[in-house]
């Protein structure tokens, strides 16, 4: 199917890997030109040899630390600069914070900044240049909000679907979608953390995912890829679960 992303341009954080360098390898083989965002440059570095290896444009790469202030203009502005215009914003930077119920403010803040505030002052920092051309994509991806434990970045996420769909209204007649997808277990880095031997991801999967295994990165990154396509411009203001059937409300 031909996804007519030829020639668009993205921003993607948490592109170093996990979610944010698969999907930023499937927008590339699409031909998007990118701007890729985190702080590991060496990552960075391999992921922009990869796509160019796909026959994807050679990437700009800004190392930045999203906790920095002014970090998200900092980002739009270096893309702006390479690229011209931003077509789509790929929110993946983010993390699990889990907690004690006790534990101090700073631990909040900490996880509402990076899985809240700087992916909506990113998004603020592009909408308005989307809405001068008539045409954006923003994919934010957000996770579970059927929490197991006190975890700061449940509590972000869950701002983040209900900010994405205010925002999905106030933009839908530009031309720009707004749109969140959840990963259930998804195989990264933070997941491998979580669950560092096979015993203990049996064990997860076993009591949790009928689908019977971890996702894998690719999986999702081909329904982020649809979103930020011109065929998706009807779907907006959405929170889709990629979690091999985990999440057990159907609302
Ligand atoms: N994988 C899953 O199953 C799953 C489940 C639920 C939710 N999610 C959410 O999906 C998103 C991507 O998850 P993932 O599994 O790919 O995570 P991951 O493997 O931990 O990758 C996170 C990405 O965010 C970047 N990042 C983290 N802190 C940053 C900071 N302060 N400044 C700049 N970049 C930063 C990291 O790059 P550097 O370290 O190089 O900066 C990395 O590229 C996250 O928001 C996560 O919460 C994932």
């Given amino acids: ?37 985190a702080r590991r440059l060496p990552l960075l570095e391999s992921l922009s040899t990869e796509i160019e290896a796909l026959g994807g444009k050679k990437p700009t790469l800004v190392t930045v630390d999203l906790y920095q202030k002014d970090s998200p203009q900092y980002v739009a502005d270096i893309a702006k600069k390479q690229m011209g215009r931003i077509d789509i914003l790929i929110n993946a930077a983010g993390g699990s914070r889990m907690i004690e119920f006790d534990a101090p403010v700073e631990v909040w803040d ?16 592009v909408v308005p240049g989307m809405k001068e051309k008539g045409y954006g994509r923003i994919v934010n991806l957000t996770g579970s909000s059927e929490p197991r434990s006190i975890n700061v970045a449940n509590a972000a996420k869950a701002a983040v679907h209900v900010w994405s769909k205010a925002l999905s209204h106030e933009f839908a007649s530009f031309g720009i979608t707004i749109n969140c997808l959840q990963p259930g277990r998804i195989m990264t880095e933070q997941i491998a953390k979580m669950y560092p031997t096979p015993e203990a991801r049996q064990h997860f999967i076993a009591g949790n995912i009928p689908a019977a295994r971890f996702g894998e990165p690719d999986e999702l990154a081909t329904l982020a890829t649809f979103l930020c396509s011109p065929l998706a411009a ?5 929170v889709i679960p990629v979690d091999g059937g985990m999440s057990r409300f159907a609302f």
């Fill in 1 to 37: 199917m031909d996804l007519h992303l030829q020639g668009k341009t993205a921003i993607i954080t948490g592109a170093s890997q996990g979610l944010g360098r698969a999907i930023a390898k499937r927008l590339a083989q699409e031909g998007v030109e990118l701007t890729l965002a």
């Fill in 110 to 125: 900490e996880g509402i900044l990076l899985n809240f505030s700087r992916l909506r002052e990113l998004t603020h920092a």
């Fill in 234 to 238: 009807y779907i907006t203001g959405t």
